[in-house]
């Protein structure tokens, strides 16, 4: 049976989800809903249509799970809870201390809807938090580590380019090397924020601007910048647009941990990320549980999930019979 999606935002993530189901046959894109003039909207499947996000409600019957692939700030609070109400929803809220808050809003809607939501999918959260559970549940004694990059920031890249006489930028955070090292070597170090992180940021200055005072308020900027060991590189806007162009991002989640009597042994899990485009990676994980989301929803399941409770085996094309065959 072919799983009808719909895409609710159509950015770089609502992009990513279109290219994604393409790659999966058991699926197909109905539409794409916008607050931008549909007419505008030029999609990259051919037999899918662009409407009105006004339009979504209308067609609750015609789609079987609506991915939401709005910001977290501003959008998904208030989408998901909404959207849960007609339709099997699936979103990538990134706010880490807002989920609990997020997920009691959107079960009750789920609930009250018969429908199935998940939330809080990507890659961190999404496969970071998992892989953090499995660690800790195997590694009942040590300690956790996350770093992020080498990658770009959006909402960094953002406050560069507030900054009074800079035309464009974008950030990198970057892992500091020798902390990595050192958690990958079980030392269990205890670091501040700049002896983890470094940020990267190249800029594109106003013609006449003064790019010292762009420098010390880059590097002073409480809450993005002062924390952190930050480099400045004044380049060109051809430079950026043929260097930085891309959305990479990326990162690690290591715990370090001992086992034995006398916990002699020292054992290491680590689980790495190297994306080359991180919203086509995260509307990839998006798309799988999507699939986990119309499956849960067939078996008479409602409420919201989190990634903590979707069998693995949900995500796949795949049958039980050949999982078992090809990857146990």
């Given at each position: 049976?072919t799983i009808k999606?719909?895409i609710l935002?159509y950015?770089?993530l609502?992009r990513?989800?279109e290219?994604?189901?393409?790659?999966?046959?058991?699926?197909?894109?109905v539409?794409?809903?916008?607050?931008?003039?549909?007419?505008d909207v030029?999609?990259?499947?051919?037999?899918a249509k662009?409407?009105?996000?006004?339009e979504a409600i209308?067609m609750?019957?015609?789609?079987?799970v609506?991915?939401?692939?709005?910001?977290?700030?501003?959008?998904?609070p208030v989408q998901?809870p909404?959207?849960?109400k007609f339709f099997n929803v699936?979103d990538s809220f990134d706010?880490?201390?807002?989920?609990?808050?997020?997920?009691?809003?959107?079960?009750?809607?789920?609930q009250?809807s018969?429908?199935?939501?998940?939330?809080?999918?990507g890659w961190?959260?999404?496969m970071?938090?998992l892989?953090?559970v499995?660690?800790?549940?195997?590694?009942t004694?040590g300690k956790?580590?996350t770093?992020?990059?080498?990658?770009?920031?959006?909402g960094h890249?953002?406050?560069?380019?507030?900054?009074?006489?800079?035309?464009?930028g974008k950030?990198y955070t970057?892992?500091?090397?020798?902390?990595?090292e050192?958690?990958?070597?079980?030392?269990?170090p205890e670091?501040t924020?700049?002896e983890?992180?470094?940020r990267?940021?190249?800029?594109?200055?106003?013609?006449g601007?003064d790019k010292?005072?762009?420098?010390n308020e880059?590097?002073?900027?409480p809450?993005?910048?002062?924390?952190?060991?930050?480099v400045v590189?004044?380049i060109?806007?051809?430079?950026?647009?043929r260097?930085h162009?891309?959305i990479?991002?990326?990162g690690?989640v290591?715990?370090s941990?001992r086992?034995?009597?006398?916990?002699?042994n020292?054992?290491i899990?680590?689980y790495?990320?190297?994306?080359?485009?991180?919203p086509?990676?995260t509307?990839?994980?998006?798309?799988?549980?999507a699939r986990?989301?119309?499956?849960?929803?067939?078996?008479?399941?409602?409420?919201c999930?989190?990634?903590?409770d979707?069998p693995?085996?949900y995500?796949?094309?795949e049958?039980n019979?050949?999982?078992?065959?090809?990857y146990?």
């Amino acid at each position: 049976m072919t799983i009808k999606i719909g895409i609710l935002g159509y950015g770089n993530l609502g992009r990513g989800v279109e290219s994604s189901i393409r790659q999966n046959p058991d699926m197909e894109l109905v539409g794409v809903f916008t607050r931008r003039n549909p007419e505008d909207v030029k999609l990259i499947t051919a037999d899918a249509k662009a409407y009105h996000i006004d339009e979504a409600i209308k067609m609750k019957d015609e789609i079987d799970v609506m991915i939401l692939c709005g910001g977290s700030a501003t959008d998904l609070p208030v989408q998901t809870p909404e959207y849960a109400k007609f339709f099997n929803v699936v979103d990538s809220f990134d706010t880490h201390a807002g989920i609990p808050k997020h997920f009691d809003k959107v079960d009750a809607s789920s609930q009250n809807s018969g429908k199935i939501s998940i939330i809080a999918v990507g890659w961190d959260p999404g496969m970071f938090s998992l892989n953090r559970v499995y660690a800790n549940s195997i590694l009942t004694e040590g300690k956790d580590y996350t770093f992020w990059g080498k990658g770009v920031s959006q909402g960094h890249s953002d406050a560069i380019r507030r900054v009074a006489g800079v035309k464009d930028g974008k950030q990198y955070t970057i892992p500091v090397e020798s902390a990595l090292e050192s958690v990958r070597q079980g030392n269990n170090p205890e670091f501040t924020t700049r002896e983890k992180h470094l940020r990267e940021c190249f800029v594109v200055a106003d013609e006449g601007a003064d790019k010292g005072k762009i420098e010390n308020e880059i590097k002073n900027m409480p809450n993005y910048f002062a924390d952190y060991d930050t480099v400045v590189h004044f380049i060109t806007e051809e430079e950026l647009k043929r260097d930085h162009s891309g959305i990479p991002h990326g990162g690690f989640v290591i715990r370090s941990g001992r086992t034995g009597i006398n916990k002699e042994n020292m054992q290491i899990i680590e689980y790495s990320l190297n994306l080359d485009s991180n919203p086509e990676f995260t509307a990839s994980v998006l798309t799988a549980y999507a699939r986990a989301a119309y499956r849960l929803n067939k078996e008479g399941q409602k409420g919201c999930k989190t990634v903590f409770d979707i069998p693995v085996s949900y995500l796949s094309q795949e049958s039980n019979e050949e999982l078992r065959r090809k990857y146990l």
